[in-house]
């Protein structure tokens, strides 16, 4: 249970050790006929238990910010390949500029950062370690709100000439400016005017809430029944006709959470997270109704769900996480 495979981060997930079990007695089924055994596990939780089972040491990324007269740089974020560095750089302009000035600045951020040591992980550090970014992206937007956000009025690409033709594309919003492409963004102003939440702090937190406790509960009913399936007490066409009806609830309740107001600066990662979590509950649905032809639930359906739900027992933890640091 401490191979690479089952570990993450220093933990194991309850599920995998069942999953393990499962295996292991599989191969005693196929090796012992007449003594066949099925283990069988069931919990109430809805979601898992992580096993510390050694010590982690998360990564730590190099962080990026520098103010300057006509602009400040929010923040710097690796964006590298297997081939080349490229880091990203998130940039508050302080002023209404021309493209020759935005040119310019993004000249000068692409020198100010191509050698700045922010990598994903320690693979990507060991590869690029001391050498210069390939491609620098500049993203700007005009206040902090942008930032949080993701919104931005254009971009920018510096890029080393032996790279240039696969990264300058041909874009009717875009153009080469002194050696930079710039690409405006058409639609930021549209975006800008609907940026501004509607509701108050309290009624956007207590919506979010809402919709957190409905995916929980759902995803948790689910968990629960399709351990069920691994006991072999329920089918997996069973489980298609018990939740024909939660399919469409689950739809449902992911557009109306899609349709939320905006969330404020200091709430934009924690909204983010209950909206992935949602998204893996959708994942889940969409692939219990089946392969398209059949409406069978197959190997891979069956695989996509267990990583559906691996991935939202993650999603889980980190909206906890991100909790603990939000003053509700």
């Not at 570990?7 to 295996?23: E, F, P, S, Y």
């Not at 069931?42 to 982690?56: A, D, K, N």
């Not at 297997?82 to 500029?97: S, T």
């Not at 931005?152 to 050696?179: C, I, N, Q, T």
Request: charged residues 30%; negative net charge; hydrophobic residues 40%.
């Amino acid at each position: 249970m401490t191979t690479n495979r089952t570990v993450r981060k220093g933990l194991v997930d309850l599920h995998d050790i069942i999953a393990q079990t499962r295996r292991l007695v599989e191969i005693w089924n196929r090796q012992n006929p007449g003594k066949e055994q099925t283990p069988v596990f069931r919990t109430s939780l809805g979601g898992t238990i992580y096993f510390p089972v050694e010590e982690y040491k998360p990564y730590e990324q190099m962080t990026f910010r520098a103010d300057y007269e006509k602009y400040a740089i929010d923040r710097v974020e690796p964006r590298s390949s297997m081939q080349e560095k490229r880091l990203c750089a998130f940039v508050i302009l302080k002023g209404q500029y021309a493209k020759t000035e935005i040119a310019r600045i993004s000249a000068e951020i692409a020198e100010n950062i191509k050698y700045a040591q922010i990598y994903a992980g320690e693979k990507s550090e060991a590869r690029f370690k001391g050498k210069p970014a390939s491609v620098v992206w500049c993203y700007f937007g005009y206040d902090q709100t942008d930032m949080a956000g993701h919104l931005h009025a254009m971009y920018s690409v510096w890029a080393a000439p032996s790279v240039r033709v696969r990264y300058f594309r041909k874009d009717r919003h875009a153009e080469l400016v002194d050696g930079i492409y710039i690409r405006e963004n058409p639609d930021y102003f549209l975006l800008k005017g609907k940026q501004h939440p509607g509701l108050s702090r309290e009624d956007f937190i207590l919506q979010n809430r809402k919709f957190l406790s409905l995916f929980v509960n759902m995803a948790g009913q689910f968990i629960t029944d399709l351990e069920a399936v691994g006991n072999k007490e329920l089918s997996m066409e069973e489980m298609q006709e018990k939740y024909w009806g939660w399919i469409r609830q689950v739809r449902a309740g992911y557009i109306d959470l899609t349709d939320l107001d905006i969330p404020p600066d200091d709430l934009h990662d924690w909204a983010d997270e209950i909206l992935n979590l949602a998204g893996c509950i959708l994942d889940v649905s969409v692939l219990l109704e089946g392969e398209r032809d059949t409406g069978q639930v197959g190997e891979r359906e069956r695989f996509l769900i267990t990583d559906a739900i691996r991935k939202y027992n993650e999603s889980l933890m980190n909206v906890v996480r991100l909790e603990k640091d939000i003053d509700f």
